[in-house]
C-alpha cells in the first residue's frame, strides 16, 4: 500500500516537473507581446525564402526592415513589396555576402 502511494506520488511529481520544464521551453521560445514597432530588425537572406516572410511579419508590427542578402534584386523586390503593402514604415536592401566576414564588416559600416 505505502509503495503505491509512493508510485502516485513519484507520478505526480513527474509530471509536475515535465509540465514545468514544457512550460519554460514554451515561454523561452514564445515570449509575451511585446510592442516591438520601434525595433529595426536585420535579416539576412531576406530575398527570399523564410527571410522574405520574416520581412512581412517583422513589417507588419510596424518595425524597421533591414535586408542583406546576396542577390540585391531579390531583397530590393521584397522592399518594394513591403512599400506597396503600406506596412512597414522603412525598409532597406543591401548585397552582403554573409559567407564573407570582408563584406560583412563592410556592409555593417555603411548600414
Same mark, same amino acid.
Given at each position: 500500500?505505502?509503495? !503505491? ?13 515535465? $509540465? ?19 525595433? $529595426? ?14 520581412? =512581412?511579419? =517583422? #513589417? ?8 542583406? !542578402?546576396? %542577390?540585391? #534584386? %531579390?531583397? !530590393? ?6 512599400? %506597396?503593402?503600406? %506596412?512597414?514604415?522603412? #525598409? ?9 566576414? !570582408? ?7 555603411? $548600414?
Amino acid at each position: 500500500m505505502l509503495c !503505491d502511494i509512493c508510485s502516485s506520488f513519484a507520478s505526480v511529481a513527474a509530471l509536475a516537473a515535465a $509540465t514545468i520544464v514544457v512550460f519554460s521551453v514554451v515561454s523561452y521560445f514564445f515570449p509575451s507581446a511585446q510592442d516591438i514597432s520601434e525595433s $529595426t530588425v536585420l535579416i539576412t537572406g531576406g530575398g527570399m525564402g523564410i527571410g522574405r516572410e520574416m520581412a =512581412f511579419k =517583422f #513589417a507588419d508590427q510596424g518595425c524597421t526592415i533591414v535586408l542583406w !542578402d546576396i %542577390n540585391k #534584386a %531579390n531583397a !530590393d523586390k521584397v522592399v518594394e513589396e513591403l512599400a %506597396n503593402r503600406g %506596412n512597414s514604415k522603412k #525598409a532597406h536592401a543591401f548585397y552582403c555576402d554573409v559567407s564573407s566576414r !570582408d563584406s560583412v564588416m563592410e556592409v555593417a559600416a555603411a $548600414t
